[in-house]
């Protein structure tokens, strides 16, 4: 995604950075998520800003570093009713090298929303 891609959208951010355009493929890889991500897989004593993530493997924990948290918003409209599903964004220019192929995959998938 481009680095002012939430901006655009109007999603508001309530802590830390937005993307920038030095989040790109030389550098370690940089995630936004929203309130109920941070709720979901963080205490509420824990700060989310700093900490690390990654997709289904123990080996990919620390893939991305969380950079900001914005807040939640609803990108389904049929699902206006329920709560904001956590969900993380990350810049379109920054690949992650994953050990598993089918990672690469996985990971591709979660760029796009769905139902």
């Known amino acids: 995604?481009?680095?002012?891609?939430?901006?655009?959208?109007g999603v508001t951010l309530k802590r830390g950075r937005a993307f920038?355009?030095?989040?790109?493929?030389t550098t370690a890889p940089v995630a936004i998520v929203n309130e109920a991500f941070a709720k979901r897989f963080f205490k509420s004593d824990e700060d989310p800003l700093g900490q690390h993530f990654g997709l289904d493997e123990p080996e990919n924990v620390g893939t991305y570093?969380?950079?900001?948290?914005?807040r939640d918003?609803?990108?389904?409209?049929f699902q206006l009713d329920r709560p904001a599903r956590p969900m993380?964004?990350?810049p379109l220019a920054q690949?992650?090298?994953y050990v598993k192929s089918v990672m690469t995959r996985v990971e591709y998938q979660s760029h796009f929303i769905s139902g």
Not at 20 to 25: H, R
Not at 65 to 70: D, L, M, W
Not at 73 to 77: D, E, G, I, L
């Open 95 to 97: 690949n992650v090298n």
């Open 20 to 25: 920038t355009e030095a989040d790109n493929e």
């Open 88 to 90: 993380f964004w990350v």
């Open 73 to 77: 918003a609803r990108w389904q409209s």
């Open 1 to 9: 995604m481009s680095a002012h891609y939430l901006q655009d959208l």
């Open 65 to 70: 570093t969380i950079v900001g948290v914005v």
